[in-house]
């Protein structure tokens, strides 16, 4: 059924960009948006169930509609008000997400959270990361002023302490490859090499710490994590009673999923929901999980 609901995902995502003109991408994505997800309803306001708008921020390469589709359509569901942004785009690759400097990104969200703020009336969000959604807001909590405006922050196979991409950054250092393809993609994914595990962006975003007081955090990984590995790097390393590390596995270990299909997981999805929701919480989250509300 997951594999299913990917591909009809897909599709649906290619056949939407596809019918518009090339140079109307921002069209298309809007499109994309209202046909694949409920969410940005600026008249949305928040009750006393869910007392603070959900921000759900994507990973690199696709768009929120696509990245949240799943996620963003049940959390609607189940009564939050959800908002979504589409972040990080470069000239050189309209329609694709996430590639532009994580500093800049990070302006963005800032941005998108004080129009959030202000259309709710509410002093503060709760925030839902994939991948670089799971770290650029880190930045923004960090450095741009916003740990004020965050109850929780959860994320799904985040990009926290960054990637060796299963050795790749090792071996391309060891054959003198890893300054010429850094030099390429900084041209179009300047956000991928800062994600890079040593790199200075990272030696300077966490060099203080890694968390803001007052923010409750979850950080979900999984062993099967292709994209950020170790997985561990997923995780938070404060000592901080506030702050949950977990994996997927943790609540199910029949678990497969691999870390483009946390953003379509229902186990994580209701993992995500009873941390945004404790009152919801009561209920077991196991393998049962997966066919149950």
Not at 40 to 65: R, S, Y
Not at 127 to 154: C, E, I, N, T
């Amino acid at each position: 059924m997951r594999t299913g609901f990917i591909s009809a995902l897909a599709l649906a995502a290619v056949s939407i960009v596809s019918a518009a003109p090339i140079h109307d991408h921002k069209q298309a994505l809007e499109n994309m948006e209202k046909r694949l997800s409920p969410v940005n309803d600026w008249n949305c306001k928040p009750d006393a169930v869910h007392p603070v708008p959900l921000v759900l921020v994507h990973a690199t390469f696709p768009t929120a509609a696509v990245n949240w589709a799943y996620h963003g359509t049940r959390f609607t569901l189940k009564g939050y008000c959800v908002f979504q942004l589409d972040y990080g785009h470069v000239p050189q690759l309209p329609g694709i997400g996430g590639m532009g400097l994580i500093e800049n990104s990070a302006q963005q969200l800032k941005t998108f959270v004080d129009q959030v703020l202000n259309a709710t009336g509410t002093s503060k969000v709760d925030m839902l990361g994939h991948s670089q959604g799971g770290l650029m807001p880190l930045y923004w909590m960090k450095r741009l002023g916003g740990a004020d405006k965050v109850r929780r922050f959860g994320a799904l196979a985040p990009a926290t302490h960054g990637t060796d991409l299963s050795g790749i950054v090792t071996l391309g250092r060891q054959i003198n490859l890893y300054d010429p393809v850094t030099n390429l993609l900084n041209k179009f994914c300047a956000a991928c090499m800062e994600m890079v595990y040593d790199s200075s962006f990272m030696q300077a975003l966490f060099a203080d710490g890694d968390t803001v007081p007052n923010v409750e955090y979850l950080m979900l990984a999984t062993n099967y994590d292709e994209v950020i590995t170790p997985y561990t790097r997923s995780w938070l390393r404060d000592q901080n009673p506030l702050v949950k590390n977990k994996k997927i596995q943790d609540y199910c270990m029949f678990d497969i999923t691999e870390h483009i299909g946390m953003f379509a997981n229902s186990l994580a999805f209701n993992i995500m929901d009873d941390f945004f929701t404790p009152s919801t919480g009561t209920r077991m989250l196991n393998c049962l999980t997966y066919v149950t509300k």
